[in-house]
């Protein structure tokens, strides 16, 4: 807890004023100039908090005031036990809250908007208002280059006969190059596709001040920071061959691709804002993520399907669609059948796709920081055979049918008919398959996954 030097009551930062305020004397104060006890240690600052264990998940939150945790920000759960105060290692930087729950809510909303097959309740107010803030710990790479590079370059000489000559040649230059603030989240619960899909602007970082911290909730790391020094890597040299490429002796001399190779230089820890919500579907066995950066206002969000819905939306589609193709072509029994099976195939396709994306996300082989933590298990094959099932047996039954080529219409009407229904059923899979594409099953926040609930 963070209390006013005017009259011991809690405090808060307002993310909308900047500013550190006493709701109980009114007083405010510029977090930078507000004096606060911290500890020390022989090596670094410290500071400390409360730590909440949930009883669901086994999730860790830390939070600098006495406000009873009614809800674990993590899976949503409505108990949060095992109170205790912990000490922590100060971070160099924090990104102060820029954005108030308000504003995040609202952008929230704005991004369902379009969104005509989310399912109701994803939009209810009172799970909408059960949006938290939390600073989430991020590792801030410095990447540098310092000394000379050497490319190979090719260009075409002469020809002589059957002969083809080309000039080869060594490039030599000379890099200077930084690139820093380059940063990943060091919390295996926030995934990857969550964190990098709204990154946080490091040049708005401030020096560490725990008073950003009254009235939100932090986390700390649980991941090494190494774990994302390759993917830093990637993107300064990415970057900086882009660069290269535009020197003109380069491309003189035939090197389309010049290189240069970085090295991390510094890392440092940085405490980064974002709100969090979760809500679980009506079976109470899956949860959804919303997360919307505290800094930016940007929105990354799993949308599930309404499946209702969907089928509305698509008879209302299909059914002119059909009207139209009508009145300009003649759907010959053949015609209607071959029609079926290109749906059957694209079905297929799609469903292959999904059920692949499922396999990585069920065994996180798309989040290196829960594979950092976790360990990276053996996995086994996916057996898709059966997600393909329906499909694969409209296919042939409609390969049949044109091969054994009958002449009574009533083969081809009944094929493409038990082909459409068997389709209609492979789009219920579909929506079935993106609805776990983008949930999580609740066993797995043991490791701790997620946001608030309803």
């Avoid at 405090?11 to 004023?17: A, C, R, T, V, W």
């Avoid at 310092?146 to 490319?151: A, Q, Y």
């Avoid at 800094?295 to 509305?312: A, C, R, S």
């Avoid at 698509?314 to 290109?342: A, D, E, H, Q, R």
């Amino acid at each position: 807890m963070i209390k006013c030097p005017n009259c011991t009551a809690e405090l808060e930062f307002d993310s909308k004023d900047q500013l550190v305020k006493c709701d109980y004397c009114g007083s405010e104060f510029n977090p930078k100039d507000l004096k606060v006890e911290v500890k020390k240690s022989k090596k670094q600052e410290t500071y400390e908090g409360m730590s909440y264990s949930c009883s669901q998940c086994g999730a860790s939150l830390l939070t600098f005031d006495e406000t009873a945790i009614t809800f674990c920000s993590y899976c949503g759960s409505q108990a949060m036990i095992e109170e205790k105060m912990i000490k922590r290692n100060k971070p160099e930087f924090i990104i102060p809250f820029k954005k108030t729950k308000e504003q995040c809510i609202d952008a929230y909303k704005k991004k369902l908007a379009s969104s005509f097959f989310t399912p109701k309740h994803m939009k209810d107010d009172i799970v909408v208002s059960k949006f938290r803030g939390i600073y989430i710990p991020y590792c801030i790479y410095k990447l540098s280059c310092h000394g000379d590079v050497t490319n190979k370059g090719k260009k075409y000489s002469h020809r002589s006969g059957d002969y083809v000559y080309y000039n080869n040649y060594n490039i030599y230059a000379r890099v200077d190059a930084d690139y820093d603030g380059i940063s990943y989240d060091m919390i295996s619960n926030v995934y990857d596709r969550f964190s990098h899909a709204i990154p946080h602007n490091v040049s708005e970082a401030e020096e560490f001040n725990v008073n950003y911290l009254a009235g939100y909730y932090a986390d700390t790391s649980d991941v090494s920071d190494h774990i994302y020094e390759d993917n830093a890597k990637a993107i300064a040299e990415e970057d900086s061959t882009r660069h290269l490429s535009k020197v003109r002796e380069f491309s003189k001399y035939g090197c389309s691709n010049p290189k240069a190779k970085f090295e991390v230089s510094e890392k440092k820890i940085g405490m980064f804002p974002l709100y969090f919500l979760a809500i679980r579907d009506k079976t109470n066995t899956y949860v959804n993520y919303a997360v919307v950066n505290g800094q930016t206002g940007e929105v990354v969000v799993d949308l599930p399907v309404d499946f209702m819905k969907y089928i509305l939306a698509s008879l209302l589609i299909t059914i002119p669609i059909f009207l139209i193709i009508n009145g300009f072509l003649v759907l010959v029994p053949k015609t209607i059948c071959i029609l079926s099976m290109v749906a059957a195939a694209i079905s297929l396709i799609i469903s292959f796709v999904q059920a692949k994306k499922i396999h990585a996300r069920e065994h996180h082989l798309d989040d290196e920081g829960y594979l950092d933590k976790n360990g990276k298990n053996k996995v086994k094959k996916k057996n898709y055979f059966f997600y393909l099932i329906k499909q694969i047996i409209g296919i042939v039954l409609g390969g049949f049918v044109l091969f054994m080529n009958f002449v009574a219409d009533a083969y081809y009407y009944g094929a493409a008919s038990i082909i459409f229904f068997l389709v209609i059923l492979s789009f219920y899979d579909l929506v079935k398959e993106h609805n776990l594409l983008v949930s999580n099953k609740l066993p797995q926040l043991e490791k701790r996954g997620g946001s608030e609930n309803e």
